[in-house]
């Protein structure tokens, strides 16, 4: 990758210690296509993230995809938010057109497009357990997809004010075993995550053969749910294929050309391996 002094510039940031495979994909998509952009990564402290929005507009930085803490900070300090993104109530990507930051959403794009290669979305039963800024993207993208979506999270309150905003039912996690009578079980929540590989809140036993299982967890690549799910015979989801297109529509959207799909998701599967 050759970078001089008209190379665009798009980075991804995060809070302090968080790692991103993002560069890892993006660059390897750019490499592929002969296109003139690098994409970095940075971590910030909340309170500079002001000052961080007003440095990519002075440094004409062309993209900015955003994970926590910042996804919903963010929307202070942008000049417009899309009508999508305002609904989900979170920007993942911002975009920098001479000047002018512009911010969207496509995480819940990464949810729908990744269960699509494994089934109908339309009409099926689905339980998203969370209520951050990823179960938010997954409720808004099945619901306009046509599922029926129950939402269970450990804290109540947040999950109460989540299907209000979205007009569905809400559980406390304690009542998991709802999820028998569910097609797609879809982890939002962050349990499952490297280092704390072993944690699970959804008993072994409560996953059958019928069910289709994504977990947003892409670190392990396979984890401890999607093992049992896999050992059942459900259908499973990586949490890699959800990031992978999320990153497909920003890498559209920061360049202007379809994302090489099969380069990008090999170098996020071999960048996995190596953790
Ligand atoms: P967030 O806004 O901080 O929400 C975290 C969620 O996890 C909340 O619902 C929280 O419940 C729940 N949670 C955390 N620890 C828990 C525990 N010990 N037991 C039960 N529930 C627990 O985070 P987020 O942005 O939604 O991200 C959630 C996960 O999705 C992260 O692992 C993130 O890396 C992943 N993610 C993946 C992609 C992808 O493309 N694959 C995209 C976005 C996010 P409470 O409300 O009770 O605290």
Redesign the pocket.
């Given at each position: 990758m050759k970078i001089t002094s008209s190379t665009k510039i798009c980075m991804n940031i995060g809070g302090l210690g968080r790692k991103s495979m993002s560069p890892i994909m993006h660059n390897a998509g750019y490499q592929e296509l002969g296109l003139d952009f690098v994409y970095l990564s940075a971590s910030l402290k909340i309170e500079d993230l002001e000052d961080f929005v007003k440095g990519v507009k002075a440094m004409q930085i062309r993209g900015v995809s955003v994970i926590?803490p910042f996804?919903q900070e963010i929307m202070n300090f942008l000049d417009n938010i899309d009508d999508t993104a305002k609904e989900i109530g979170a920007v993942n990507t911002v975009v920098n057109d001479n000047g002018r930051l512009t911010g969207y959403n496509t995480?819940w794009l990464?949810v729908v497009n990744s269960l699509k290669n494994v089934t109908e979305i339309n009409g099926k039963k689905a339980a998203v357990l969370?209520?951050?800024?990823?179960?938010r993207a997954a409720v808004y993208g099945l619901i306009k997809k046509g599922a029926r979506v129950s939402i269970f999270?450990?804290?109540v309150e947040?999950a109460k004010k989540l299907a209000e905003d979205f007009d569905c039912e809400y559980f406390p996690?304690t009542d998991v075993e709802k999820i028998k009578e569910i097609d797609i079980i879809l982890n939002?929540?962050?349990?499952g995550?490297s280092p704390e590989v072993d944690?699970l809140?959804l008993p072994e036993n409560l996953i059958e053969k019928k069910h289709i299982v994504l977990d947003?967890?892409?670190n392990p690549h396979e984890t401890k749910l999607l093992k049992n799910a896999n050992k059942k015979g459900a259908k499973i989801v990586y949490?890699s294929e959800?990031?992978l297109h999320?990153g497909i529509e920003q890498f559209r959207m920061y360049t202007g050309v379809e994302a090489p799909e099969k380069i990008m998701r090999d170098a996020l599967l071999e960048a996995l391996r190596e953790e």
């Open positions: 926590i996804k995480d990464g969370g209520a951050g800024g990823a179960a999270n450990r804290t947040k996690l939002m929540t962050s349990v995550m944690k809140f947003a967890v892409y949490g959800m990031l999320q």
